[in-house]
């Protein structure tokens, strides 16, 4: 069996090839730094015996989806397990945005990530056998004003997972979605809300993707990792639209 995991030289990313290479699942590592692909492949293999395969490519690409179906053809290597994980996010007010970043953000975020399901779903679907876990996030239950396109992605990862998770089930392909809320990894600095805290209440990468991953195994389409994330966002079903954007956009400026 083979996992082929996007966003794995860091954070929920690397956490989650570790538990699948702890099952014994053979590995393909995607992300843009090679060193460090490269340096958890050699982690990997040697502890727990199994073959890893590296693929360093900018998923936010257009084209790189295709690529990365090509490379992955000529390992000749059979995707039981696809997991989208590459993911970035920006803070700030959107008309003062980068747009190549936005752009770039909605690439990856969601071209990619349904491109490369497209591909493999339809392997899955032939072969009757195959597992899709998307990594979306809390933010796909909520409007985000001061990172508005970010959450708009993960409402988009969420809804188009639950969907495809029914017009799969049929054919024996399971798709799961981990939504996790604020966890420690690089994905804060990435997005400009500064240098990782020390002390932070947040929790791990290896905790939210350990969570992920037994979720996924036991067959739950939609796992929102963390009590407090999973209370809030059944607070916010008796909460107007207005209450829930005028909530989040006084938390989001309180991060600038
Ligand atoms: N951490 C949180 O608070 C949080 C909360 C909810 C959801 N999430 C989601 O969880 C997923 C993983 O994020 P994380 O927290 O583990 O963040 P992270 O530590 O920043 O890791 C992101 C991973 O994505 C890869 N990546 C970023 N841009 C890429 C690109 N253009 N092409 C290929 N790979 C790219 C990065 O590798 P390279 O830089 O080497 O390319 C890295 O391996 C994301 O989808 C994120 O939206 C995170």
């Excluded at 340096?39 to 502890?47: I, K, M, Q, V």
């Excluded at 779903?121 to 597992?131: H, I, P, S, V």
């Amino acid at each position: 069996m083979t996992a082929l995991i996007t966003g794995a030289s860091a954070g929920i990313g690397a956490e989650l090839a570790r538990e699948f290479a702890k099952d014994k699942i053979n590995l393909i590592l995607v992300a843009r730094r090679e060193q460090a692909l490269k340096t958890l492949a050699e982690e990997l293999s040697a502890e727990y015996n199994i073959n890893v395969s590296v693929i360093a490519l900018d998923l936010s690409l257009p084209g790189s989806a295709t690529e990365l179906y090509k490379k992955v053809q000529s390992l000749r290597l059979t995707v039981d397990y696809l997991v989208n994980n590459a993911g970035f996010g920006d803070l700030g007010e959107f008309a003062d945005s980068e747009i190549q970043k936005q752009e770039d953000m909605i690439n990856l975020n969601i071209l990619t990530l349904t491109k490369l399901t497209r591909q493999y779903a339809a392997e899955m679907k032939t072969r009757k056998l195959g597992t899709i876990l998307n990594v979306a996030s809390d933010a796909a239950f909520r409007p985000g004003p001061m990172m508005s396109v970010y959450f708009a992605t993960k409402h988009f990862v969420l809804a188009f997972s639950e969907a495809i998770a029914e017009e799969l089930r049929p054919y024996n392909v399971h798709v799961s979605v981990l939504c996790p809320g604020a966890t420690q990894s690089e994905f804060g600095e990435v997005a400009g809300f500064g240098p990782p805290q020390e002390n932070s209440p947040f929790p791990t990468s290896k905790e939210v993707a350990e969570f992920g991953y037994l979720k996924m195994k036991k067959g739950e389409v939609v796992s929102v990792h963390g009590g407090d994330n999973r209370n809030r966002i059944e607070a916010e079903k008796s909460m107007s639209r207005q209450q829930i954007r005028e909530t989040v956009y006084q938390q989001m400026s309180g991060l600038i």
